[in-house]
């Protein structure tokens, strides 16, 4: 990351990343807690039973799961995160002690994004994170790893930027513009804007292959649900007017019926 330009306020769609703490010991628990918060991320939870856990995913479901190997009660971390999976494919980190080899490889075999040993720094966890959401997009959109950069992953709805120390989750259908900047991709929401290390026509890569998306000129991507007026050779998203180029601007007026 290169810079930040604005400090989104709590309306922002330039989001805390919402993470669900499963962990049946209390001291623990509170800890996670406690550090996620202090590194500003959005906390669910915690639960102490993998039972309670499924409940968070019915209507806003969290970004990612931090969930320990060994929970008392009808299901353990492994059987949680089983079920947690047929309801949504998300990163999960598990959080390990002094588990026997057999418990290690059966969570092996669930591809957990990132584990996570007790004790914990929380350098340690914050790092986690990263790893997690970094290997999860590997793994669901293999097509985007070839672009991803240690400060943006691409989800299929989302995406995740480091900003400074911490990730954050932006919404793709929130995203007004990207604008090349030299060798940087500036990209545009209604109150925040920032650079990623990487230049417009590497990063667009992804974008361009979502329908909302298109190239007007070869220094703007445009988001065409927030077109809001087109001209001969420009067009409106709120206050900024954007250059059009002649040989795609029959391309814009076509897609812009379906909007």
Known sequence: MKATFDTPDASSPFDKISILIVEDEPIIAADLQDRLLEAGYNVLGPVAAGEEALGFFDQNPPD??????????????????????????????????????????????????AFLSKPFRGRDLIHAIEIAIRQFTKTSDPQNSSIEENDAYLLSDRLFIKVKDRMKRLFFKDILWLEADDYYCKVVTPDSEFLVTKTLKKFSEAFLSRPEFMRVHRSYIINLQHVEEIGEVHLFIGKKQIPVSRNFREELLGKLKNY
């Open 64 to 113: 990612l799961v931090i969930m320990d190997i060994q929970l008392e009660g009808e299901w353990d971390g492994i059987e949680t995160t089983r079920r947690i999976r047929q309801k949504k494919d998300l990163p999960i980190i598990f959080l390990t002690s002094n588990s026997d080899d057999a418990t290690f490889r059966t969570a092996r075999q669930l591809s957990p994004q």
